[in-house]
């Protein structure tokens, strides 16, 4: 008896277990996937093949599909989660993943198509920008490279006044041969010059604009979103200054009409004291490379550490920048590179950003979630490889051969672009993207998972206050009083323990303003301001 109860109880345990394989439905569990991280590539026009917007599409592809997302090839992030989690991650949840696995092995069921979610509209003529204030279309060009081509085109802006753009979109005319976009701003004659002694529309340049006065401004490579700086930040344009784009077109493209646009959306309240201007530039670079130069000979596996300490001779508010993005830039030998800055004072590590796999079709502007403080004497650090072996199937060569510093995908490249700015108390706390992490919940059952700071009581405040926190666990933290200039004016340890509970703060002697308490451990900083009156 107790064998048949067993028998009978595993039929009725394989049975539930079919029930729940095929479960899963396109239109109640798939669509919603797949619109919100696939399609915005992979539609009609679209920079992937193989549209996935219909059921038809996705039951055509469903082995692939499957394939793909179990090995997380799909959707492309090269980036690693687990050493630094960024902004706008495109990685899915284990739960997703299984869901997807789960719908292929029970046949690709369909479902009640009511139940799917609106189909997303990709056009070329809409914006993601929150409005536009300047647009520009190169003139179109007919690409026909048997090489790679830069090739840069010139947008006239006459502009009055300086102008800050807070937001930057580029529009690829053609996005199945656009590789990249690097968008710069000039005011020299020498680039009309340029541009007029070059047939066609546009020149060629393969080492920036040819111009030392051009500014790096926005770039766009696949699957990026647009440019958005936090509120009161932009990157300056300067008055009647031309907009350049600097377009890679992959060899082996013939015959391909182009024509990209720049959108553009400018900065308000750029008057006020607290506005700021962002900066890009590549902070790391071959230039700082201490085992150059950069050359890597046949069949080895070469690394390479660059470094620069952050230094500035202008006065700042704050002895520190504030980081907003990170774009790493390496050739088809490239193999891995991570980046991390070393706190000045304590020589704690910050991660960046680690590639552990380099992929030159998936390269990308990353923004931080949240700003990063990254204090002054500190240093950055790229460690890169390449891998220029026969069995590198990314390889140009074979067989392979010695291959150097040069802007031809051919060549190689050690690049790391950031966006920064000057530092503000606060700036760590702005939030970029706060969606939840794929695979991990902030909040369980109601406990907040990361240190959670009320605000300053009372505010405005005279002799004494506190600030009240929620604390996961216990921290040992420093708390310090910084005025409008920056200057520290009181600092004590604090001992946070678990749960509920309050900092008392002394202010006494503290002259009518404002002022910012910061508290600060060894894996965070956390910013709150706060008025005394008299």
Same mark, same amino acid.
């Given at each position: 008896?107790?064998?048949?109860?067993?028998?009978?109880y595993s039929i009725m345990l394989m049975c539930f277990t079919t029930l729940t394989a095929v479960a899963q439905t396109w239109a109640d569990d798939i669509a919603p996937i797949l619109y919100s991280n696939c399609t915005s590539c992979h539609h009609t026009g679209g920079l992937?093949?193989?549209?996935?917007?219909?059921?038809?599409?996705?039951?055509?592809?469903?082995?692939?599909?499957?394939?793909?997302?179990?090995?997380?090839?799909?959707?492309?992030?090269?980036?690693?989660?687990?050493?630094?989690?960024?902004?706008?991650?495109?990685?899915?949840?284990?739960?997703?993943?299984?869901?997807?696995?789960?719908?292929?092995?029970?046949?690709?069921?369909?479902?009640?198509?009511?139940?799917?979610?609106?189909?997303?509209?990709?056009?070329?003529?809409?914006?993601?920008?929150?409005?536009?204030?300047?647009?520009?279309?190169?003139?179109?060009?007919?690409?026909?490279?048997?090489?790679?081509?830069?090739?840069?085109?010139? &947008?006239?802006?006459?502009?009055?006044?300086?102008?800050?753009?807070?937001?930057?979109?580029?529009?690829?005319?053609?996005?199945?041969?656009?590789?990249?976009?690097?968008?710069?701003?000039?005011?020299?004659?020498?680039?009309?010059?340029?541009?007029?002694?070059?047939? =066609?529309?546009?020149?060629?340049?393969?080492?920036?604009?040819?111009?030392?006065?051009?500014?790096?401004? =926005?770039?766009?490579?696949?699957?990026?979103?647009?440019?958005?700086?936090?509120?009161?930040?932009?990157?300056?344009?300067?008055?009647?200054?031309?907009?350049?784009?600097?377009?890679?077109?992959?060899?082996?493209?013939?015959?391909?009409?182009?024509?990209?646009?720049?959108?553009?959306?400018?900065?308000?309240?750029?008057?006020?004291?607290?506005?700021?201007?962002?900066?890009?530039?590549?902070?790391?670079?071959?230039?700082?490379?201490?085992?150059?130069?950069?050359?890597?000979?046949?069949?080895?596996?070469?690394?390479?550490?660059?470094?620069?300490?952050?230094?500035?001779?202008?006065?700042?508010?704050?002895?520190?920048?504030?980081?907003?993005? &990170?774009?790493?830039?390496?050739?088809? &030998?490239?193999?891995?590179?991570?980046?991390?800055?070393?706190?000045?004072?304590?020589?704690?590590?910050?991660?960046?950003?680690?590639?552990?796999?380099?992929?030159?079709?998936?390269?990308?502007?990353?923004?931080?979630?949240?700003?990063?403080?990254?204090?002054?004497?500190?240093?950055?650090?790229?460690?890169?490889?390449?891998?220029?072996?026969?069995?590198?199937?990314?390889?140009?060569?074979?067989?392979?051969?010695?291959?150097?510093?040069?802007?031809?995908?051919?060549?190689?490249?050690?690049?790391?672009?950031?966006?920064?700015?000057?530092?503000?108390?606060?700036?760590?706390?702005?939030?970029?993207?706060?969606?939840?992490?794929?695979?991990?919940?902030?909040?369980?059952?109601?406990?907040?998972?990361?240190?959670?700071?009320?605000?300053?009581?009372?505010?405005?405040a005279k002799n004494q206050a506190q600030l009240s926190y929620f604390a996961p666990t216990n921290y040992l933290a420093k708390a310090k009083i910084i005025n409008i200039e920056g200057k520290l004016l009181k600092e004590w340890p604090v001992n946070m323990r678990e749960g509920?509970?309050?900092?008392?703060?002394?202010?006494?002697?503290? &002259?009518?303003?404002?002022?910012?308490?910061?508290?600060?451990?060894?894996?965070?900083?956390?910013?709150?301001?706060?008025?005394?009156?008299?």
């Amino acid at each position: 008896m107790n064998f048949k109860l067993k028998l009978l109880y595993s039929i009725m345990l394989m049975c539930f277990t079919t029930l729940t394989a095929v479960a899963q439905t396109w239109a109640d569990d798939i669509a919603p996937i797949l619109y919100s991280n696939c399609t915005s590539c992979h539609h009609t026009g679209g920079l992937a093949p193989n549209s996935l917007m219909s059921y038809t599409d996705a039951y055509n592809y469903r082995s692939m599909i499957k394939t793909y997302v179990e090995s997380k090839y799909m959707p492309p992030w090269p980036p690693d989660a687990q050493y630094k989690h960024l902004a706008h991650e495109r990685v899915l949840s284990p739960s997703d993943i299984n869901k997807i696995s789960q719908w292929v092995s029970g046949g690709g069921v369909q479902g009640n198509t009511a139940n799917a979610p609106t189909p997303p509209t990709y056009t070329n003529s809409s914006t993601q920008l929150s409005s536009v204030d300047f647009t520009g279309k190169m003139q179109s060009y007919m690409v026909n490279t048997g090489s790679d081509l830069y090739r840069c085109f010139v &947008i006239n802006t006459n502009f009055s006044v300086d102008k800050f753009a807070a937001e930057i979109e580029v529009k690829p005319g053609n996005a199945s041969i656009v590789h990249h976009v690097l968008v710069f701003e000039d005011t020299t004659a020498l680039i009309k010059q340029k541009d007029s002694a070059d047939a =066609g529309a546009g020149y060629t340049s393969f080492f920036g604009t040819g111009s030392n006065d051009s500014r790096l401004v =926005g770039e766009w490579v696949p699957g990026t979103a647009p440019i958005k700086f936090p509120s009161l930040m932009g990157v300056r344009l300067r008055k009647n200054t031309r907009i350049i784009l600097q377009i890679h077109y992959p060899k082996g493209t013939y015959l391909k009409l182009d024509s990209t646009r720049v959108n553009i959306k400018f900065a308000t309240n750029t008057t006020s004291p607290l506005f700021r201007e962002v900066f890009l530039a590549p902070l790391l670079s071959e230039s700082n490379l201490i085992n150059g130069p950069l050359s890597i000979p046949p069949n080895v596996v070469k690394t390479f550490t660059s470094a620069a300490t952050m230094t500035t001779s202008a006065s700042l508010p704050y002895p520190a920048i504030t980081l907003l993005s &990170i774009a790493p830039h390496m050739h088809l &030998i490239g193999d891995k590179m991570k980046v991390f800055a070393l706190e000045n004072s304590t020589a704690d590590t910050i991660p960046l950003i680690n590639i552990p796999k380099w992929d030159f079709k998936w390269q990308g502007i990353y923004n931080f979630r949240n700003p990063m403080k990254i204090p002054l004497g500190s240093t950055l650090v790229c460690q890169s490889a390449y891998d220029n072996r026969a069995s590198n199937l990314n390889n140009p060569n074979s067989p392979p051969l010695t291959v150097n510093q040069g802007e031809s995908t051919s060549d190689e490249m050690c690049l790391v672009f950031f966006a920064f700015t000057y530092y503000f108390p606060g700036d760590e706390n702005i939030i970029i993207d706060n969606s939840p992490i794929a695979g991990i919940n902030e909040l369980q059952k109601d406990i907040v998972n990361t240190l959670q700071l009320f605000n300053v009581f009372p505010n405005p405040a005279k002799n004494q206050a506190q600030l009240s926190y929620f604390a996961p666990t216990n921290y040992l933290a420093k708390a310090k009083i910084i005025n409008i200039e920056g200057k520290l004016l009181k600092e004590w340890p604090v001992n946070m323990r678990e749960g509920y509970g309050s900092i008392h703060l002394n202010i006494e002697g503290l &002259i009518k303003g404002q002022y910012f308490l910061t508290i600060e451990t060894k894996s965070f900083t956390k910013t709150k301001q706060f008025i005394i009156y008299e």
